[in-house]
């Protein structure tokens, strides 16, 4: 029908096997193709990604950037990894970007503290310490 809204978004949350929609069981696993992974995600945010982009220099990684802080990596089609750089959705164990981290060991890297839960890894600000950014899988970060 013209004019008629479609439903509202449903959000998702991003977890160590890919990313759990809200209100089903079906899932959005890396490996899915990248056509169909990046038109489900859309859907669900409703909203299109405001970018994708080819990164050569992190092995012909492309990823779909969302204005809500999610990105989605995808190698040769497949989908691999995402990453949180926006407190707009929690992650897997209620991690978000901007709160404290759980008590958990830290580990010093090249980028920073970072600590694991559950296969979700989380980079910690030195200054807050608050999450600044969450990922699973293929990523696209310099060591």
């Given at each position: 029908?013209?004019?008629?809204?479609?439903?509202?978004?449903?959000?998702?949350?991003?977890?160590?096997?890919?990313?759990?929609?809200?209100?089903?069981?079906?899932?959005?696993?890396?490996?899915?193709?990248?056509?169909?992974?990046?038109?489900?995600?859309?859907?669900?945010?409703?909203?299109?990604?405001?970018d994708i982009t080819t990164m050569a220099d992190c092995g012909d990684v492309t990823a779909a950037y969302w204005a809500d802080g999610l990105t989605m990596?995808?190698?040769?089609g497949d989908f691999r990894g995402w990453?949180?750089?926006?407190p707009d959705l929690t992650a897997a164990g209620g991690l978000?970007?901007?709160?404290?981290?759980?008590?958990?060991?830290?580990?010093?890297?090249?980028?920073?503290?970072?600590?694991?839960?559950g296969g979700v890894w989380a980079l910690v600000e030195e200054t807050g310490p608050a999450i600044t950014t969450l990922w699973s899988g293929r990523t696209c970060f310099f060591r």
């Open positions: 029908m013209p004019g008629a809204e479609g439903p509202a978004p449903q959000g998702l949350t991003p977890d160590a096997g890919g990313l759990q929609p809200a209100s089903t069981d079906l899932r959005i696993d890396f490996g899915r193709a990248q056509e169909g992974a990046i038109a489900t995600v859309s859907r669900l945010l409703g909203a299109q990604p405001t990596n995808f190698v040769d990453v949180l750089t926006e978000t970007v901007g709160d404290m981290p759980p008590a958990v060991q830290m580990e010093n890297t090249t980028l920073g503290q970072e600590f694991e839960v």
